[in-house]
């Protein structure tokens, strides 16, 4: 995995993460979800949430079967690996989830049923440590994945296995 700085490819990644965030933000204004601060994707009919709605600190990432019902977590409230404390993005990518922790610093990865894979690392196999990590976006063709660190004022990006 490696960290770029093409500012050409990392302002389109940064443009895709504000967009996902505006059009989410749009949705929750007319009705589509029930607030602005719940971010989530649809993935092979479920959704996956940061919630649940009216929960004023989002401290778990649920997961809804298409009728909109409750199917289970990804993750555990805490601070250890495979806990979450403060999820902030969610984004899958062929078979994982990966879902951001600002409080943490980390981005970790789930199995489509909510198993902690592991968190991202770097080539010495230790997790790679974030800014704030919010928002992210998956480039599925080159498989990598962008990750905005709010705080840093930056996109990262880190390519896949």
């Known amino acids: ?12 990644a940064g443009w895709a993460c504000l967009i996902a965030g505006v059009l ?3 949705a929750a204004r007319s009705g589509a979800a029930s607030e602005p601060s719940v971010q ?6 479920m959704d996956v949430i940061i919630g ?9 990432v649920q997961v809804l079967n298409a009728q909109g019902k409750f199917v289970g977590f990804i993750g555990d409230w805490g601070t250890k690996e495979g ?3 403060r999820p902030k993005g969610v984004v899958a990518e062929r078979d994982r989830v990966f879902v951001t922790d600002s409080y943490l610093g980390r981005v ?12 991202l690392a770097g080539p010495n196999g ?3 440590e974030l800014t704030t990590p919010t928002g992210m976006a998956v480039d599925a063709s080159r498989r990598r994945l962008y990750v905005v660190e709010l705080k840093a004022n930056r996109v990262f990006r880190l ?3």
């Not at 960290?3 to 050409?8: C, G, N, P, S, Y």
């Not at 989530?40 to 009919?45: K, M, N, Q, S, V």
């Not at 649940?52 to 778990?60: L, Q, V, Y």
């Open 83 to 85: 806990q979450l404390f």
């Open 52 to 60: 649940p709605p009216g929960e004023p600190i989002n401290t778990r």
């Open 108 to 119: 970790q990865g789930f199995d489509l049923r909510g198993r902690f894979l592991g968190c």
């Open 1 to 12: 995995m490696t960290a770029r700085t093409d500012k050409a490819e990392l302002l389109r």
């Open 126 to 128: 230790a997790p790679v």
């Open 24 to 26: 989410l933000g749009l």
């Open 159 to 161: 390519d896949l296995e």
């Open 40 to 45: 989530g994707i649809r993935l092979r009919a």
